[in-house]
């Protein structure tokens, strides 16, 4: 258990469940061995903001927006596996419930995915 405090969203589980699986997996994935994965959240306005940061080596500037469009990949020579559809049923999930994301690269490496969830969600 993490200490911390509880934040409560109100939204469907399975949809849930998809944003953060395929939001975790693709951390996982582009994380080196023996390195870290971190998840933070916090309140924010009238809902919950989820972070998740890897140690990976980050995605091009000119590509961040993109890597939540299905089938999406990184240039060749960046690839660590995976179809390219786990963001983007993640962004998919996350406006269906009425929230946000986006991604960003963290300092001075890695990736953020900043997830964003109302209270009283729609899903």
């Given at each position: 258990?993490?200490?911390?405090?509880a934040?409560t969203v109100q939204a469907?589980?399975?949809?849930?469940?998809?944003?953060?699986?395929?939001?975790?997996?693709?951390?996982?994935?582009?994380?080196?061995?023996?390195?870290?994965?971190?998840?933070?959240?916090?309140?924010?306005g009238?809902g919950a903001?989820i972070r998740?940061?890897?140690?990976?080596?980050?995605?091009p500037?000119?590509?961040l927006?993109?890597?939540f469009?299905p089938f999406?990949?990184?240039p060749?020579g960046?690839r660590?596996?995976?179809?390219g559809?786990?963001?983007a049923?993640?962004?998919?999930?996350?406006e269906?419930l009425?929230g946000?994301?986006?991604?960003?690269n963290g300092?001075?490496?890695?990736?953020?995915?900043v997830?964003?969830?109302?209270?009283?969600g729609?899903?």
């Open positions: 258990m993490i200490p911390g405090p934040l469907d589980r399975y949809l849930l469940r998809a944003v953060i699986e395929n939001v975790l997996r693709n951390a996982l994935q582009h994380t080196p061995a023996n390195s870290n994965v971190t998840v933070t959240w916090q309140q924010a009238e903001e998740v940061c890897d140690e990976g080596a980050g995605v500037e000119d590509e927006e993109r890597i469009e999406r990949r990184l060749s960046t660590r596996g995976g179809h559809i786990g963001l049923i993640a962004r998919h999930a996350v269906t009425g946000a994301i986006k991604a960003r300092d001075p490496h890695g990736l953020e995915i997830l964003y969830l109302p209270r009283g729609r899903g």
